[in-house]
């Protein structure tokens, strides 16, 4: 018994340092672009960047991603006239509040950025537009339907929440943020959870992956009913679908475009995955300038 029981002790020890590593673990995403922020709430801070001048456009990266994803599409709206707001969510470089017990809910992250908006102000009474991708896109739609009077526009990059992801590729997400696996073997996972058949994976998309801020965001979702969120308040809604996303397949683009009409705008990416800011960056520019720019 003894011996069974120190065995059992060693394989718990063991479990718990694993548990901790891959918690606290991750190569850092690459720098975000823009003048570094931090806003202090009650028990917790949310980083943000600032890029550009003009209307604000706030920018909601995708699960366990940093805001650095959004890179070259901030520079293009900066470009453009727009003023860029790069969140980082719970977890993610100097935001944090995302314990491991902590139950947190979409609503949670949704007012972190809303915490953000006004305290930042601006033009047209501090309504900003908001663009999520993937998981930033359930937030960037609570945000909407939490607090209308600060949306004035959702453009929606990869957008799911209807439609079942296929347990494959569930599988191969969160084998992702293992960060202790071979780069090979994640690479294979994010090719096939992410990227379309053909698109060359770029480095910062190998690194970049954190643990720590995907599992409360994961168990977020599970914690608030669609129906407090799909249908993303009331303001228009510009929605980037990529032709071979396996995670947010065409089918929720469908269902959303029937349910809500004329205020939603689907636009089809060719040759785009999930992944769809590395893979067909320009052809999201072309359809997002635009769609901005006539609700200045």
Same mark, same amino acid.
């Given at each position: 018994?003894?011996? #069974?029981?120190?065995?059992?002790?060693?394989?718990?020890?063991?479990?718990?340092?694993?548990?901790?590593?891959?918690?606290?673990? %991750?190569?850092?995403?690459? =720098? $975000?672009? %823009?003048?570094?922020?931090?806003?202090?709430?009650?028990?917790?801070?949310?980083?943000?960047?600032?890029?550009?001048?003009?209307?604000?456009?706030?920018?909601?990266?995708?699960?366990?991603?940093? $805001?650095?994803?959004?890179?070259?599409?901030?520079?293009?709206?900066?470009?453009?006239?727009?003023?860029?707001?790069?969140?980082?969510?719970?977890? +993610?470089?100097?935001?944090? #509040?995302?314990?491991?017990?902590?139950?947190?809910?979409?609503?949670?992250?949704?007012?972190?950025?809303?915490?953000?908006?006004?305290?930042?102000?601006? =033009?047209?009474?501090?309504?900003?537009?908001?663009?999520?991708?993937?998981? #930033?896109?359930?937030? $960037?739609?609570?945000?909407? $339907?939490?607090?209308?009077?600060?949306?004035?526009?959702?453009?929606?990059?990869?957008?799911?929440?209807?439609?079942?992801?296929? %347990?494959?590729?569930?599988?191969?997400?969160?084998? +992702?943020?293992?960060?202790?696996?071979?780069?090979?073997?994640?690479?294979?996972?994010?090719?096939?959870?992410?990227?379309?058949?053909?698109?060359? +994976?770029?480095?910062?998309?190998?690194?970049?992956?954190?643990?720590?801020?995907?599992? =409360?965001?994961?168990?977020?979702?599970?914690?608030?009913?669609?129906?407090?969120?799909?249908?993303?308040?009331?303001?228009?809604?510009?929605?980037?679908?990529?032709?071979?996303?396996?995670?947010?397949?065409?089918?929720?683009?469908?269902?959303?475009?029937?349910?809500? #009409?004329?205020?939603?705008?689907?636009?089809?990416?060719?040759?785009?995955?999930?992944?769809?800011? =590395?893979?067909? %960056?320009?052809?999201?520019?072309?359809?997002?300038?635009?769609?901005?720019?006539?609700?200045?």
């Amino acid at each position: 018994m003894k011996t #069974g029981w120190k065995i059992a002790s060693i394989l718990c020890a063991l479990t718990a340092v694993l548990a901790l590593y891959v918690w606290s673990s %991750g190569r850092q995403a690459r =720098p $975000a672009i %823009g003048e570094e922020r931090v806003l202090a709430l009650a028990d917790h801070r949310v980083q943000y960047y600032l890029h550009g001048r003009g209307e604000t456009v706030v920018l909601l990266a995708s699960l366990g991603r940093s $805001a650095s994803d959004f890179n070259e599409l901030a520079g293009t709206l900066a470009g453009a006239g727009f003023r860029t707001v790069a969140v980082e969510l719970r977890g +993610i470089g100097g935001s944090t #509040g995302s314990g491991l017990f902590k139950k947190l809910t979409q609503h949670d992250y949704a007012a972190d950025v809303a915490a953000v908006i006004r305290g930042l102000g601006g =033009p047209d009474g501090g309504r900003v537009h908001v663009i999520g991708h993937a998981y #930033g896109n359930r937030i $960037a739609r609570t945000l909407a $339907a939490d607090s209308p009077e600060l949306v004035k526009s959702v453009t929606l990059i990869a957008a799911g929440g209807y439609v079942p992801i296929p %347990g494959e590729i569930r599988k191969a997400m969160y084998l +992702i943020f293992f960060n202790f696996l071979p780069d090979r073997v994640r690479e294979r996972c994010i090719r096939e959870a992410f990227f379309a058949p053909g698109n060359a +994976i770029p480095e910062h998309w190998v690194r970049g992956w954190y643990f720590r801020a995907s599992w =409360p965001q994961s168990r977020a979702t599970l914690r608030t009913p669609r129906e407090q969120w799909w249908s993303g308040g009331t303001a228009p809604i510009l929605l980037l679908q990529g032709e071979n996303d396996r995670i947010a397949p065409e089918e929720n683009a469908r269902i959303m475009k029937k349910e809500f #009409g004329d205020r939603v705008k689907v636009v089809s990416i060719p040759r785009a995955g999930h992944a769809m800011l =590395p893979e067909q %960056g320009e052809l999201i520019e072309k359809a997002i300038v635009p769609f901005l720019e006539r609700r200045r």
